[in-house]
C-alpha cells in the first residue's frame, strides 16, 4: 500500500463538535461521525469554553471507536492519526491533540497537527474533483471569514478577511438578539424562510470598497431596526439581516474571483450551509461562467473528515507533526509569500 492509499484517521474537537473520520487517501471517506454539544449549550446561548473541554473528554474515546468501526478498521490498519492543532478553544484543542498524540504512541503511528481552516479549505476537495486552480475560497464560519486564493492544495493567498464579526457570529448575535435560540445560523435561515427580505433596508458594509468584510455595524443597525420598530416580525428582520450578509459575501466572493482570474469559487464552513448565500453564489457563478463549488452540508460544518484529508496531504508533502507541537488556540492559515 503506496502513502496514496493511506488511511487516516482523523479528529476534530475546535470548538463544540466532537468528531472522528476514517479517510482514504485524502478524498474517500470511509466514515464521518459528529457529536453534536448543541443541547450543552443551548440554555447559555452558545458555547461555554469549560462545558466543551468537559463534553470532548467524554465523547471523544467512543466517537473514535464509531468512527474505526463504521469504517470497519482497527488502529493497526492506520497510516496516521492527524488532529486539529488549532485555531479554537484551547481546552477544547488540547483534548483532541492529546488523544491522537497518545494514540498514534500506541500503535506506532505518525501525528498530523492540522490548522482548522485549512481543513476547511479541503472540504471542497473531499467531493470534488478534477478542479482547475486557481479557486476562490469563501470560508465563513463562526470564528473567520476569509476570502482566499486557493491555487493548490497547500497553497494560499489571503484576498481579505473581516476586520471585526464573523459572519457567522453575526447571524448568532443577531439570532440570540431576537431569541430565535442556538446556533444563529439555522435558526435565522428558518425565520428568514417566511420573511420579506425587502422589510429593512440593512446596511453592506464596505461593498464596493475592497475585498474585506465589516459585520459588527449590520448587527448594530438590526438592534436599532428592532427597538424603533417592535411590532416587526422576527422573520422580516431575519431574512432581512440574512440578505445583507449573503449579498456582501457573494459580491466580494465574485470579484475576488475576478481579480485573480479565478477557475472556480469554493464555499467553506458552517455558513457555507446557508441555502440563501448557496442560491445567490451558484448565480454569480453562473453570470461568471465559473463553476460553483458547494460542499454538502454536513461537510461545511465542522467535521473530521476535512481534517483527515488535509492531514493525508500534509503528511504526504510536508511529513508529519513533531510530538512537541501544542495546540494553538490563535493559529493563521499558512499563506505563501
Ligand atoms: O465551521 P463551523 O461549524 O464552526 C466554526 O469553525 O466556527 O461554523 C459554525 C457557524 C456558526 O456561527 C453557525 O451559526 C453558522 O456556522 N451556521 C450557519 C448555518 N449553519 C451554521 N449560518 C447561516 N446559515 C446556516 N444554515
Ligand atoms: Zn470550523
Request: aromatic share 6%; with cysteine; proline share 5%.
Amino acid at each position: 500500500m503506496t502513502v496514496h492509499d493511506a488511511l487516516v484517521l482523523g479528529i476534530e474537537t475546535s470548538c463544540d463538535d466532537t468528531a472522528a473520520a476514517v479517510v482514504n487517501g485524502g478524498t474517500d471517506v470511509l466514515s464521518s461521525v459528529v457529536s453534536s454539544q448543541v443541547d450543552l449549550h443551548a440554555m447559555y446561548g452558545g458555547v461555554v469554553p469549560e462545558i466543551a473541554g468537559r463534553a470532548h473528554l467524554e465523547l471523544l474515546t467512543p466517537v473514535i471507536g464509531e468512527a474505526l468501526g463504521r469504517a470497519g478498521v482497527a488502529g493497526k490498519d492506520l497510516h496516521a492519526v492527524a488532529a486539529t492543532i488549532g485555531p479554537g478553544l484551547i481546552g477544547s484543542l488540547l483534548v483532541g491533540v492529546s488523544e491522537a498524540k497518545a494514540l498514534t504512541l500506541a500503535w506506532d503511528l505518525p501525528f498530523v497537527g492540522v490548522n482548522h481552516l485549512e481543513g476547511h479549505l479541503f472540504a471542497a476537495l473531499l467531493e470534488h474533483r478534477g478542479i482547475r486552480w486557481p479557486v476562490a475560497v469563501l470560508l465563513v464560519s463562526g470564528g473567520h471569514t476569509l476570502l482566499v486564493s486557493m491555487e493548490g492544495p497547500g497553497r494560499y493567498r489571503l484576498l481579505g478577511q473581516t476586520l471585526d464579526d464573523a459572519a457567522g457570529e453575526a447571524f448568532d448575535k443577531v439570532a440570540r438578539f431576537l431569541g430565535l435560540g442556538y446556533p444563529g445560523g439555522p435558526a435565522i435561515e428558518r425565520a428568514a424562510a417566511s420573511g420579506d427580505p425587502t422589510a429593512f433596508a440593512f446596511p453592506r458594509a464596505l461593498v464596493g470598497d475592497g475585498l474585506d468584510f465589516s459585520f459588527s455595524g449590520l448587527k448594530t443597525a438590526v438592534v436599532h431596526a428592532v427597538r424603533g420598530r417592535p411590532d416587526a416580525a422576527d422573520q422580516d428582520i431575519a431574512a432581512s439581516f440574512q440578505q445583507a450578509v449573503v449579498d456582501v459575501l457573494v459580491a466580494k466572493a465574485a470579484k475576488a474571483a475576478v481579480s485573480v482570474g479565478a477557475r472556480g469559487v469554493c464555499l467553506a464552513g458552517g455558513v457555507a450551509a446557508n441555502g440563501a448565500l448557496r442560491r445567490a453564489l451558484t448565480e454569480a457563478c453562473a453570470q461568471l461562467g465559473l463553476p460553483a463549488y458547494l460542499p454538502s452540508l454536513a461537510t461545511c460544518t465542522d467535521n473530521a473528515a476535512m481534517i483527515a484529508a488535509a492531514g493525508w496531504w500534509q503528511l504526504e508533502h510536508l511529513g508529519p507533526t513533531a510530538l512537541d507541537a501544542g495546540a494553538d488556540p490563535n493559529l493563521r492559515l499558512p499563506l505563501l509569500g
